[in-house]
């Protein structure tokens, strides 16, 4: 496969979103001319890419702890980058490799990688396809995968979105259809245990802001346990009237409000990368599942592969 990025534009009447090779990265976000994501000006930055921004994470998403698991009576042990964890695949996971890139149509693309057996310590071979579809304002993900043994996947679009192109996310109110969350450490390991957001500063069943939820500025990354109810998992409203919606089949949403995030390279459409700037969420399974039975299971396999379905709609009511 070739080492050069390419790139393919989809388009409607109100929206233009461009998707990267490299690590399927959403480049570019529009709507009616507005950028609505982060994101960075040379296609080449996302080679290093080291706050994940807007590409598909993988083959697990979020962290393992101690960069270990057990399968098959065997510890297979991963490449640590967060600290003694493993984070989003590893360094040079799915989203730091160059994927081939296919458009179908003005408003459709396809992408598809190979991962060889044990790329980034994980076991089997594995063929990923990732097809997105943009329908007037909604940009669907259909991610798939086939191992040819029973290996974890776990996979995450980690677009950071920010609705008004401000420096900061205070003109945003979030509304999460979460009753529970799964709490961590101070190393972001889940503790094991899912608890109600009853009473806390992680309530977001009805929409609101930073400021009011977090007036201490601690921020967000975490993982809410998605409510099985009917309509958006997950609604953002900014003060500009831009609106975002997200559905998912996947159980888990991960809230991260960019702690982190600095700048590197040239951020595109002259957006601030600066901390708390943009917003995640990133729906998936839960963090180090394969590390607790009580979350769930992510194991796939010939017979069962794996599959995503998401979908994120961003307007501005007319």
């Known amino acids: 496969m070739s080492d050069e990025i390419t790139s393919a534009v989809l388009k409607s009447d109100t929206s233009e979103v461009t998707v990267l090779s490299m690590g ?66 590893g360094a040079k996971g799915l989203g730091w490799q160059n994927w081939d890139l296919q458009q179908l149509s003005d408003s459709a693309a396809i992408l598809r990688l190979h991962s060889a057996d044990l790329d980034q310590g994980y076991p089997g071979a594995v063929d990923f396809e990732v097809r997105l579809t943009l329908d007037g304002s909604a940009l669907t993900w259909e991610m798939s ?19 008004d192109g401000r420096a900061d996310l205070n003109r945003h109110r979030f509304r999460i259809n979460a009753s529970k969350i799964t709490p961590t450490g101070a190393d972001l390991i889940p503790t094991g245990t899912i608890e109600d957001v009853d009473g806390t500063r992680f309530d977001f069943r009805a929409l609101a802001g930073l400021a009011e939820k977090d007036p201490d500025g601690l921020g967000y990354d975490l993982n809410y346990v998605i409510d099985d109810t009917n309509g958006p998992k997950a609604r953002v409203v900014a003060e500009n009237g831009m609106e975002m919606r997200l559905w998912t089949d996947q159980p888990g949403l991960q809230f991260y409000t960019g702690v982190h995030l600095n700048r590197f390279g040239s951020p595109s459409h002259a957006a601030s990368h600066g901390p708390s700037s943009g917003f995640c969420l990133e729906a998936q399974a839960f ?18 592969p794996y599959f995503q379905l998401t979908t994120i709609d961003i307007r501005k009511p007319r």
């Open 24 to 89: 399927c990265a959403i480049q570019s976000w529009l709507v009616d001319g507005q950028p609505v994501v982060l994101g960075y000006d040379n296609p080449e930055v996302y080679r290093e890419n080291p706050y994940c921004m807007n590409i598909i994470v993988g083959r697990v998403a979020n962290r393992t702890a101690n960069s270990r698991f057990e399968l098959g009576g065997t510890v297979w042990k991963l490449p640590s980058n967060d600290g003694p964890h493993h984070l989003h695949g």
């Open 287 to 304: 963090p180090n599942v394969v590390n607790e039975p009580s979350f769930g299971s992510i194991l796939c396999s010939p017979d069962q």
């Open 145 to 163: 995968a086939i191992p040819d043994r029973e290996t974890p996947i776990n996979l995450a679009q980690h677009v950071y979105f920010n609705l």
